[in-house]
């Protein structure tokens, strides 16, 4: 074998290692996002503060995200890959150190908001990083592993530690500092896949726009995909309330494996799109979230943790489903020219999902309780849910004819 011939063996081999530790970049990343769900219950006793303080200290996050979306979502195009990569990871570490000096609310809320930043910039930048470097068969699936494994593994790992290590609100987010060093050292050796433009172009906000004729079936996904990122919300936000307050367990390894679950539904059912087609699978993720939905409720009124886990399971599915096939019809849709700022649109109303509904729940239950805070949640996910599915599933031959046109 001639060495020219062992080098172009050796490609696949080396195309795989870089998109692996692509994926890795990419999972740390969005892991710290996650990381102080577990935790919060542990921040209220510390600090003294109400489960409505919990849910703006969360949404906080969502409002990183929205921001950097809107103002810096096509920066990794202009610089390249790498010099965003390098900086969603110095936010996403000095998230962390806010964590660790446990300085009280402000640093909270400076954590979370730094948390919000990286996680924008990770994105776009690691989301086309990923994808760029996967091997053709899984490019379709490729970041949307590594985006919710990263948010699975977060609470998992902050459950796992501060239930079972010293340390619980500092163990953590020392552990995801030593994953970001090495997450770092992989960005470093990355190739860039992209050249950026010669002369660079004026770094300006990118915006967001819904051309006329992407209207009619962006109002539905958008609201698909609120109430799915709504769920989300809630899980990574109030979940562990309920587990405490409600359901009487205090394990936040429990809590965190609960979220996980969320997470892993969702990517399950991300994968299933396919299967049905996104006119079909649009309809069907409001189901899943109806039904997941009803059976959160019944958790609560029953005191049920079984219900609960299967609650996140099928919800999790439902919004995995909503959520990638409600992209595809809207991406579909799109001009060319204005997809980007389409796309950013219905990401900023699904971070709107995470943020506003669950802050709803946080005030509710200042008079009503959490528990009761949480049906009433819940019963609001589910009219919401089917009102949505009923119209998608009205209109999906339409719109799968819609969409084998324009694809």
């Known amino acids: 074998m001639t060495e020219d011939s062992t080098a172009h063996d050796d490609r696949p081999r080396r195309a795989l290692v870089w998109y692996a530790a692509?994926?890795?970049?990419?999972?740390?990343?969005?892991?710290?996002?996650?990381?102080?769900?577990?935790?919060?219950?542990?921040?209220?006793?510390?600090?003294?503060?109400?489960?409505?303080?919990?849910?703006?200290?969360?949404?906080?996050?969502?409002?990183?995200?929205?921001?950097?979306l809107l103002v810096a979502g096509d920066f990794s195009d202009k610089l390249g890959r790498r010099p965003v990569?390098?900086?969603?990871?110095?936010?996403?570490?000095?998230?962390?150190g806010c964590f660790l000096l446990e300085g009280g609310l402000p640093l909270l809320f400076a954590g979370r908001l730094l948390s919000g930043f990286a996680a924008g910039l990770f994105s776009g930048a690691a989301t086309a990083t990923v994808l760029e470097l996967a091997p053709s068969g899984s490019r379709g699936f490729a970041a949307t592993a590594a985006n919710m494994g990263g948010l699975g593994c977060g609470p998992l790992l902050a459950g796992?530690?501060?239930?079972?290590?010293?340390?619980?609100?500092?163990?953590?987010?020392?552990?995801?500092?030593?994953?970001?060093?090495?997450?770092?050292?992989?960005?470093?050796?990355l190739p860039e896949t992209v050249r950026p433009p010669s002369p660079r172009p004026a770094l300006r906000p990118r915006g967001m726009e819904v051309p006329r004729q992407v209207r009619p079936v962006f109002l539905p996904a958008g609201l698909a995909c609120f109430t799915g990122f709504a769920v989300f919300?809630?899980?990574?936000?109030?979940?562990?309330?309920?587990?405490?307050?409600?359901?009487?367990?205090?394990?936040?390894?429990?809590?965190g494996a609960v979220v996980f679950s969320v997470f892993c539904a969702s990517l399950l059912g991300q994968s299933l799109t396919g299967r049905f087609g996104a006119a079909v699978a649009l309809p069907l993720g409001c189901l899943g979230l109806?039904?997941?939905?009803?059976?959160?409720?019944?958790?609560?009124?029953?005191?049920?943790?079984?219900?609960?886990?299967?609650?996140?399971?099928?919800?999790?599915?439902?919004q995995g489903l909503a959520f990638r096939s409600a992209m595809a019809v809207v991406s579909a849709r799109a001009p060319e020219e204005h997809r980007g700022g389409t796309i950013s649109a219905l990401f900023v109303v699904?971070?709107?999902?995470?943020?506003?509904?669950?802050?709803?729940?946080?005030?509710?239950?200042?008079?009503?309780?959490?528990?009761?805070?949480?049906?009433?949640?819940?019963?609001?996910?589910?009219?919401?849910?089917?009102g949505v599915g009923a119209q998608l599933w009205r209109t999906r031959k339409a719109e799968a004819a819609a969409l084998a046109t324009t694809g």
């Open 22 to 68: 692509a994926t890795f970049v990419f999972a740390v990343g969005m892991a710290g996002t996650t990381l102080p769900t577990p935790l919060y219950g542990l921040y209220r006793q510390e600090l003294g503060f109400g489960e409505l303080m919990v849910t703006v200290v969360f949404a906080v996050y969502a409002v990183g995200v929205i921001v950097v």
């Open 85 to 96: 990569l390098f900086v969603a990871l110095a936010l996403s570490a000095a998230s962390a």
């Open 160 to 189: 796992l530690l501060a239930q079972y290590a010293p340390r619980p609100l500092a163990l953590p987010f020392a552990a995801h500092l030593a994953l970001l060093a090495v997450a770092s050292v992989l960005t470093w050796a």
């Open 233 to 255: 919300g809630l899980f990574t936000a109030v979940s562990p309330g309920f587990m405490s307050g409600t359901l009487h367990i205090a394990n936040l390894a429990a809590s």
């Open 290 to 318: 109806v039904l997941g939905m009803a059976q959160v409720g019944l958790s609560l009124l029953v005191s049920s943790l079984a219900l609960l886990v299967t609650g996140a399971l099928t919800g999790g599915i439902g």
């Open 350 to 386: 699904a971070y709107l999902g995470i943020s506003l509904p669950v802050v709803g729940v946080g005030a509710l239950s200042t008079g009503l309780g959490l528990r009761n805070a949480g049906l009433v949640f819940s019963g609001c996910v589910v009219l919401l849910a089917s």
